[in-house]
């Protein structure tokens, strides 16, 4: 029903002998039907109700003088007649539920019919007595609209007019021209058949222009086809309906008009089309503008983020704006009470909220807060909620008010306290200048730092007047430049402190723009590195000494970092790598020491970047030339006592090694044959052990046969001779890797290296034998003798390892003698043979 408008339909045309039965002071009988058969369907047509009835309250009994959409004719109940005789008197009347009063709520008729909704008003005589009613019902509950009551109204006037006085066409005609209402009467088809005074003053024209043309023709273009769709239901389906459209004038301007359309028939049947119309113009341009107004406050509201909300404390219902259920983050069909509101707030700011509306109610001020809100997407936000109380009669009727999100000034506030907090507190110097460089704040670090007091005004300073003259030429020349460029600069400059000191700072210099890139103020950030410049000098004090040291003294010197890159060398490490320091310095150890060197060093470099001192001794063969060098890794700390690199010492041990081998040479050799003795023996067997050199061997125990007897006949001079020159042949025999030594006497081991088999060790002693049984030529002297073997096969890493090795050689070397002189014995023919009392090579030798 909304937006529907009400008029009055005209009534039809009513024959002069049936209008002046109506003279009478009431309706007598004799009242032909066909009188008010017209008025009951309008009674219904204007309320848009199924049922209507024309009753005569005259005198006992109430009587049906007309009826409409019954199906048969109605009887009047005694509660309905009592009910209209007393609701009469006051005109108009209604009651939307009758089952709600006492007077309807029985009667027979409303219960036949299943009425629910009645609505009437009185028709009254010339002296004001009512003697009749127009009904109208319906059977849904619903309320009647000013519209139908201002309608009902003006048909009860039509009515009464036409029987208090005489009327005919001309009378009736006349009713509806003077009505203010636009009447017409059209064809089916549109064509124009009547319009009263009010219908053509619309448009600017005269009724008789505007009959015969059709009505289409004065319809805005763009409204035409929903206006010919809407007459075609009315023709079609009957009843009425109501609709607004824009009308043309005669002048080209569009007005809007509310049409009530309806269909009636001619004495022919041929069906007609009735409208009633009312200028809406007016209201239509004020509905738009409160349209636009509110569409306005409700853009700005969203820009603003400022929503709307009132209370009506009768009903305790609450009311939001759109923008309020936005800021709550909430859908559109929302429905906010008193008790879900507070689920948004918390506890402590709901309190506030509560005192405030309190105090509001009982004074009458208004209030204003700041508080926190939890959106129903769980968000936390700032709002700003006001509000106030309107009063009426002393009492609070209604509470209204704005929400308006400020988390981010409530943000930027808190960032501005924290920031003007650190400024406050810190002991870094802050300065800000206006754009000609005019100071509006110095913290209190600087302000102690000038020797300013604490409330000393500073508008009056500039800048320049606590820069030295290095300083602002710098400003001029570069900092201001860059700072327009890149809106900070950061470096070292000086600045006056106190007495006109000249104080060495680390200065930040940063430029605040407007939105459009233009230079607001600047801020300074400046910290006193007085303390760090002494200890830089000093630093570089000591640098510079250590650095003559270092390249005074004939070790090579390398400082390398925790990523192993070369950070400095000496001369002396320059002249040793043959490379200048500018090409080594920067790069990684494996880069200057070359893969293969880096990876035997990998384990001393490890250790010392764990913060471990290592000292060992390394070979380095390059360049044409060996060079032993004695290494030492010393680690370097941090001031948290965390390794981050070391210094690498090297110190050239080459003759020293060189020395170092020639006596060892001297310990570990047989003065006379120039053979291993026993200490070399053990050393070679021992580093072949640990590398792993030793998987199977051979080892030949020797003795010489009959060499007591050259000694006894020629002397001991010619007995070291021989045993020299067969050291000589048993050095050919065997390869440079397999070892000869003497064990003391005549005695010698042979060790041969990668022998697997028995065999192969067999024929290796048979060599030896031969060797052994040749002639030696001792000066003019022929010597004779020969030898014994015994042959010791297996891996040194065996149990017993290799003592047990050459004690096994030993026990066959006796069981050769035993067999007799010039033979060799392996480990198969030893069974039974008793062990060898000499079976050890431990222990000083010759």
Same mark, same amino acid.
């Given at each position: 029903?909304?937006?529907?408008?009400?008029?009055?339909?005209?009534?039809?045309?009513?024959?002069?002998?049936?209008?002046?039965?109506?003279?009478?002071?009431? %309706?007598?009988?004799?009242?032909?039907?066909?009188?008010?058969?017209?008025?009951?369907?309008?009674?219904?047509?204007?309320?848009?109700? &199924?049922?209507?009835?024309?009753?005569?309250?005259?005198?006992?009994?109430?009587?049906?003088?007309?009826?409409?959409?019954?199906?048969?004719?109605?009887?009047?109940?005694?509660?309905? +007649?009592?009910?209209?005789?007393?609701?009469?008197?006051?005109?108009?009347?209604?009651?939307?539920?009758?089952?709600?009063?006492?007077?309807?709520?029985?009667?027979?008729?409303?219960?036949?019919?299943?009425?629910? %909704?009645?609505?009437?008003?009185?028709?009254?005589?010339?002296?004001?007595?009512?003697?009749?009613?127009?009904?109208?019902?319906?059977?849904?509950?619903?309320?009647?609209?000013?519209?139908?009551?201002?309608?009902?109204?003006?048909?009860?006037?039509?009515?009464?007019?036409?029987?208090?006085?005489?009327?005919?066409?001309?009378?009736?005609?006349?009713?509806? !021209?003077?009505?203010?209402?636009?009447?017409?009467?059209?064809?089916?088809?549109?064509?124009?058949?009547?319009?009263?005074?009010?219908?053509?003053?619309?448009?600017?024209?005269? &009724?008789?222009?505007?009959?015969?043309?059709?009505?289409?023709?004065?319809?805005?273009?763009?409204?035409?086809?929903?206006?010919?769709?809407?007459?075609?239901?009315?023709?079609?389906?009957?009843?009425?309906?109501?609709?607004?459209?824009?009308?043309?004038?005669?002048?080209?301007?569009?007005?809007?008009?509310?049409?009530?359309?309806?269909?009636?028939?001619?004495?022919?049947?041929? &069906?007609?089309?009735?409208?009633?119309?009312?200028?809406?113009?007016?209201?239509?341009?004020?509905?738009?503008?409160?349209?636009?107004?509110?569409?306005?406050?409700?853009?700005?509201?969203?820009?603003?983020?400022?929503?709307?909300?009132?209370?009506?404390?009768?009903?305790?219902?609450?009311?939001?704006?759109?923008?309020?259920?936005?800021?709550?983050?909430? !859908?559109?069909?929302?429905?906010?009470?008193?008790?879900?509101?507070?689920?948004?707030?918390?506890?402590?700011?709901?309190?506030?909220?509560?005192?405030?509306?309190?105090?509001?109610?009982?004074?009458?001020?208004?209030?204003?807060?700041?508080?926190?809100?939890?959106?129903?997407?769980?968000?936390?936000?700032?709002?700003?909620?006001?509000?106030?109380?309107?009063?009426?009669?002393?009492?609070?009727?209604?509470?209204?008010?704005?929400?308006?999100?400020?988390?981010?000034?409530?943000?930027?506030?808190?960032?501005?306290?924290?920031?003007?907090?650190?400024?406050?507190?810190?002991?870094?110097?802050?300065?800000?200048?206006?754009? +000609?460089?005019?100071?509006?704040?110095?913290?209190?670090?600087?302000?102690?730092?000038?020797?300013?007091?604490?409330?000393?005004?500073?508008?009056?300073?500039? %800048? !320049?007047?606590?820069?030295?003259?290095?300083?602002?030429?710098?400003?001029?020349?570069?900092?201001?430049?860059?700072?327009?460029?890149?809106?900070?600069?950061?470096?070292?400059?000086?600045?006056?402190?106190?007495?006109?000191?000249?104080?060495?700072?680390?200065?930040?210099?940063?430029?605040?723009?407007?939105?459009?890139?233009?230079?607001?103020?600047?801020?300074?950030?400046?910290?006193?590195?007085?303390?760090?410049?002494?200890?830089?000098?000093?630093?570089?004090?000591?640098?510079?000494?250590?650095?003559?040291?270092?390249?005074?003294? &004939?070790?090579?010197?390398?400082?390398?970092?925790?990523?192993?890159?070369?950070? %400095?060398?000496?001369?002396?490490?320059?002249?040793?790598?043959?490379?200048?320091?500018?090409?080594?310095?920067?790069?990684?150890?494996?880069?200057?020491?070359?893969?293969?060197?880096?990876?035997?060093?990998?384990?001393?470099?490890?250790?010392?970047?764990?913060?471990?001192?290592?000292?060992?001794?390394?070979?380095?063969?390059?360049?044409?030339?060996?060079?032993?060098?004695?290494?030492?890794?010393?680690?370097?700390?941090?001031?948290?006592?965390?390794?981050?690199?070391?210094?690498?010492?090297?110190?050239?041990?080459?003759?020293?090694?060189?020395?170092?081998?020639?006596?060892?040479?001297?310990?570990?050799?047989?003065?006379?044959?120039?053979?291993?003795?026993?200490?070399?023996?053990?050393?070679?067997?021992?580093?072949?052990?640990?590398?792993?050199?030793?998987?199977?061997?051979?080892?030949?125990?020797?003795?010489?046969?009959?060499?007591?007897?050259?000694?006894?006949?020629?002397?001991?001079?010619?007995?070291?001779?021989?045993?020299?020159?067969?050291?000589?042949?048993?050095?050919?025999?065997?390869?440079?890797?397999?070892?000869?030594?003497?064990?003391?006497?005549?005695?010698?081991?042979?060790?041969?290296?990668?022998?697997?088999?028995?065999?192969?060790?067999?024929?290796?002693?048979?060599?030896?034998?031969?060797?052994?049984?040749?002639?030696?030529?001792?000066?003019?002297?022929?010597?004779?003798?020969?030898?014994?073997?015994?042959?010791?096969?297996?891996?040194?890493?065996?149990?017993?390892?290799?003592?047990?090795?050459?004690?096994?050689?030993?026990?066959?070397?006796?069981?050769?003698?035993?067999?007799?002189?010039?033979?060799?014995?392996?480990?198969?023919?030893?069974?039974?043979?008793?062990?060898?009392?000499?079976?050890?090579?431990?222990?000083?030798?010759?």
């Amino acid at each position: 029903m909304k937006n529907r408008s009400w008029t009055v339909t005209p009534l039809p045309q009513v024959p002069e002998t049936e209008v002046s039965s109506l003279r009478s002071p009431a %309706f007598p009988d004799r009242v032909p039907e066909a009188a008010l058969a017209a008025v009951a369907p309008l009674v219904a047509q204007l309320c848009a109700a &199924p049922l209507s009835l024309v009753y005569d309250l005259w005198q006992p009994p109430c009587r049906v003088l007309a009826h409409h959409g019954f199906a048969a004719p109605p009887q009047a109940g005694a509660g309905l +007649a009592l009910w209209a005789t007393q609701a009469g008197l006051a005109g108009v009347f209604h009651v939307e539920d009758a089952l709600q009063d006492t007077r309807l709520a029985s009667d027979p008729l409303l219960l036949a019919e299943g009425v629910r %909704f009645c609505a009437g008003v009185a028709l009254r005589r010339a002296d004001g007595q009512v003697v009749g009613c127009l009904l109208a019902m319906d059977r849904v509950v619903r309320p009647l609209l000013p519209a139908q009551a201002q309608a009902l109204q003006t048909l009860a006037w039509l009515v009464q007019a036409q029987w208090a006085a005489p009327v005919g066409e001309a009378s009736y005609r006349a009713l509806v !021209e003077t009505q203010t209402e636009m009447v017409s009467l059209a064809t089916a088809q549109g064509v124009l058949l009547y319009v009263n005074p009010q219908y053509a003053a619309h448009f600017g024209m005269r &009724p008789a222009d505007m009959v015969g043309r059709s009505l289409y023709d004065f319809v805005a273009v763009h409204d035409q086809p929903a206006v010919r769709a809407q007459i075609d239901t009315v023709l079609r389906e009957g009843g009425n309906l109501q609709g607004e459209n824009r009308m043309v004038a005669a002048d080209g301007s569009e007005k809007w008009v509310s049409w009530t359309n309806a269909v009636q028939h001619d004495a022919l049947g041929t &069906p007609l089309l009735n409208s009633v119309g009312r200028d809406v113009t007016a209201q239509r341009l004020a509905e738009r503008a409160l349209q636009a107004s509110e569409s306005f406050l409700e853009k700005t509201g969203q820009v603003a983020r400022i929503g709307g909300w009132e209370m009506d404390m009768a009903r305790q219902t609450l009311a939001w704006s759109e923008q309020t259920k936005r800021i709550h983050e909430v !859908e559109a069909d929302f429905v906010p009470t008193v008790q879900n509101v507070n689920d948004f707030y918390p506890a402590d700011a709901m309190v506030e909220l509560q005192a405030a509306a309190q105090r509001a109610m009982q004074t009458g001020q208004a209030w204003d807060l700041e508080v926190p809100l939890v959106t129903g997407k769980g968000r936390q936000i700032w709002v700003r909620a006001q509000g106030e109380v309107q009063f009426e009669q002393g009492a609070p009727v209604r509470l209204f008010g704005t929400v308006q999100e400020i988390t981010e000034r409530v943000v930027a506030e808190k960032a501005l306290r924290v920031l003007t907090t650190i400024f406050d507190k810190t002991t870094d110097l802050v300065v800000q200048t206006d754009r +000609a460089g005019r100071i509006s704040y110095m913290n209190p670090a600087v302000r102690r730092f000038t020797g300013l007091g604490a409330d000393a005004p500073v508008g009056h300073l500039s %800048f !320049e007047d606590f820069n030295t003259p290095q300083t602002n030429a710098l400003y001029q020349s570069t900092i201001l430049p860059v700072v327009h460029a890149d809106g900070v600069w950061l470096g070292v400059t000086t600045v006056y402190g106190e007495g006109k000191r000249t104080i060495p700072v680390s200065h930040m210099v940063i430029a605040h723009t407007d939105k459009d890139g233009r230079v607001e103020h600047y801020s300074a950030v400046m910290r006193d590195i007085s303390a760090l410049v002494d200890i830089q000098q000093e630093l570089l004090q000591q640098t510079a000494t250590l650095r003559s040291v270092t390249e005074a003294i &004939p070790a090579g010197v390398a400082v390398v970092g925790a990523d192993e890159r070369i950070k %400095f060398v000496n001369s002396a490490f320059e002249r040793w790598h043959g490379s200048p320091r500018g090409v080594l310095v920067g790069r990684y150890l494996w880069e200057a020491l070359g893969a293969e060197e880096y990876a035997r060093t990998q384990h001393w470099t490890a250790q010392a970047l764990a913060g471990e001192t290592v000292t060992y001794e390394k070979e380095f063969v390059g360049n044409n030339r060996s060079q032993n060098l004695l290494m030492t890794h010393i680690p370097l700390r941090s001031e948290a006592g965390v390794a981050n690199g070391f210094v690498a010492v090297g110190q050239d041990i080459t003759n020293h090694k060189r020395e170092s081998v020639r006596l060892l040479k001297l310990t570990q050799r047989d003065p006379l044959t120039g053979v291993f003795n026993r200490a070399g023996l053990r050393s070679y067997t021992d580093h072949h052990v640990r590398e792993g050199l030793l998987p199977s061997t051979a080892v030949l125990y020797v003795d010489l046969d009959y060499f007591k007897e050259v000694n006894d006949q020629y002397g001991h001079p010619v007995g070291d001779q021989l045993l020299q020159l067969f050291a000589q042949r048993l050095l050919q025999l065997v390869r440079p890797s397999d070892a000869v030594a003497r064990l003391g006497g005549d005695e010698f081991l042979v060790v041969v290296l990668g022998i697997k088999t028995l065999a192969n060790a067999e024929r290796v002693a048979d060599k030896v034998l031969k060797a052994a049984a040749a002639p030696f030529h001792v000066g003019d002297l022929q010597l004779q003798v020969g030898a014994s073997v015994g042959i010791g096969l297996g891996s040194a890493t065996e149990s017993g390892g290799w003592d047990a090795l050459i004690a096994r050689a030993d026990g066959c070397l006796y069981a050769a003698k035993k067999a007799g002189k010039g033979t060799s014995r392996g480990p198969r023919e030893l069974a039974g043979a008793p062990e060898a009392p000499n079976a050890q090579i431990a222990g000083p030798g010759p």
